[in-house]
């Protein structure tokens, strides 16, 4: 339901307020509606008194229990402000009177911006600290160095068959069904088949492995522990008159286990000689035996490195920025900003309340998923996924918690990011806070941009390399992109993630008040920035990803050194 279904009755027919600046009385405190009398005294009669009399009795014996359920749902109403009402200004004189939501349900953040904006300026106007030149602690212990190679089995001789997979999705997706392919295709002693790309009809990339991945350093840096080749052989296309679509495909459940794969998977293709697997999505459990995680290991840290095109950009790319942060020792921020329109419309949250606004999702959410959100039963509620933590943070709400955590606006910020929805708008007050604000576009030309332009995942390419290589990186929304980017940050540094990922639930309270100070949000966004840091270094939980969690799958934990002692 969108903001303007939500408006009070603040007049009697319920339209927009256009001239009152607050919220009109609440019925709560019109206590003596009907009631009054001439001399203003009111003398309550014999009926009231009864029954005043009778709930006394009932509350001091029965009444906990009787009255529980009542007492609890008028507490949710409370809670829930449903009698309160607030005014939202759309700016231009014109405001909507709707009824108030529970905290940190609407999007206020515009108004606290407004507000905290001349404090933040004159914080960095009397300091010249910037976060950004400590912002992880020098860590002496829970050092770890990559260590693949011990947890690695051997390629096995005569192999069983070939491995065929249709890797589908955006850039992390397939690399997800590729490693996990690779891991498989040692499992059943299989020669793999470079994976196939399915056109997916959100990314709309055409691109195919070789495109975005440096196949022939696949092939050479997988060659002693799995097989693999470009193409199947003559004698096995012959038997398939040409058509790999004539192999059979196997339907496979979701995160099958190893013992899954030894008793169904293994018999079909030593029988075939050759087995497909499309889409190959999820279909490998997480906990898998040690010398199956190598393979995942291996596959994802070292083997899968993008093409040249891809590679030689974005190296300049990465140079570019620490050129261009050299007040800051060469460090920069890089946030992964999801506000693209799929997403906004994917996360059924509302940002300007307006008709045009819910329009606009309604007809996006239509051509990307048919009818998934019509179905019947199916709610949406933007207030609800706001104080869950599901609505993706706009770029405004990236700059107040960056500049609450200590980064100053000399920081050096990269966005990566598809087509920010309504990005002249949104984009306004990040570029505000950081006006060294970054971006592909800003940071390569257009004629080194042009051979990547309508392939998203060769794009997505270049921002997972500016990102893997800056000091700090900022998650804001979850999906593959950042769960393989930390993975790939803690098998880089040492196995901390150098990652902020925001506690979206408390930002969405915080910036749902309008009057909040701003030396306490300072105090509490660098609260946040400790607790990352704290969390930047973690160890696999049985039910997690190693893409994520490479500790202690493919990294073994270096001795702490011994305590140095004073010759005698």
Known sequence: MHGLSRLGNGNSNGRINLSSPSPPSSPRIRHSRGKSLAGGVYKQGLGERLVFLLFSIVFRRKGVLLLAPLLYIAGMLLFMGSFGFTVLDLGHGVEIVYRRGPPGSVYRSPKVFKRLWPLMEADVNGTSHNVLMEAWKPRVKSIWKPCISTNVSAAGSNPNGYFIIEANGGLNQQRLSICDAVAVAGLLNATLVIPIFHLNSVWRDSSKFGDIFDEDFFIYALSKNVNVVKELPKDILERYNYNISSIVNLRLKAWSSPAYYLQKV???????????????????????????????????????????????????????????????????????????????????????????????????????????????????????????????????????????????????????????????????????????????????????????????????????????????????????????????????????????????????????????????????????????????????????????????????????????????
């Open 266 to 568: 293994l018999p079909q293709l030593l029988r075939l000689g050759a087995v497909r697997v499309a889409p190959f999505s999820n279909r490998l459990a997480h906990a898998v035996p040690a010398h199956i995680q190598g393979l995942r290991c291996l596959a994802n840290f070292e083997a899968l490195r993008f093409a040249e095109p891809i590679r030689l950009l974005a190296e300049k790319m990465v140079n570019r920025m620490v050129t261009k942060s050299v007040q800051s020792g060469g460090k920069y921020v890089s946030v992964h900003l999801r506000f693209e329109m799929d997403m906004v419309a994917f996360s059924c949250c509302e940002y300007d309340f307006g008709k045009a606004e819910k329009l606009e999702m309604d007809m996006a959410r239509e051509r990307g998923w048919k009818g998934k959100f019509r179905r019947r039963g199916r709610v949406i509620r933007p207030g609800a996924n706001r104080i869950d933590g599901k609505c993706p943070l706009t770029p405004l709400e990236v700059g107040m918690m960056l500049r609450g955590m200590g980064f100053n606006n000399s920081t050096l910020v990269y966005v990566a990011a598809g087509n920010i929805y309504k990005a002249d708008k949104y984009m306004a007050p990040l570029r505000q806070m950081f006006p060294l604000l970054q971006t592909k576009n800003t940071l390569a030309t257009p004629e080194e941009l042009a051979p990547f332009k309508g392939h998203s995942s060769r794009l997505a390419a270049l921002d997972y390399t500016v990102c893997l290589h800056s000091e700090v990186f900022v998650s804001t929304q979850g999906g593959n992109f950042p769960h393989f980017l930390i993975g790939h940050r803690r098998y880089l540094y040492k196995g901390h993630a150098e990652t902020i990922k925001p506690d979206k639930r408390k930002l969405v309270q915080l910036l749902d008040k309008p009057s909040i100070r701003w030396d306490y949000f300072k105090k509490q966004m660098q609260d946040m920035l400790r607790h990352n840091d704290a969390k930047g270094v973690e160890l696999r939980k049985p039910a997690a990803s190693l893409y994520t969690f490479p500790m202690p799958d493919c990294m073994c934990k270096e001795p702490d050194p011994e305590p140095q002692t004073d010759p005698a």
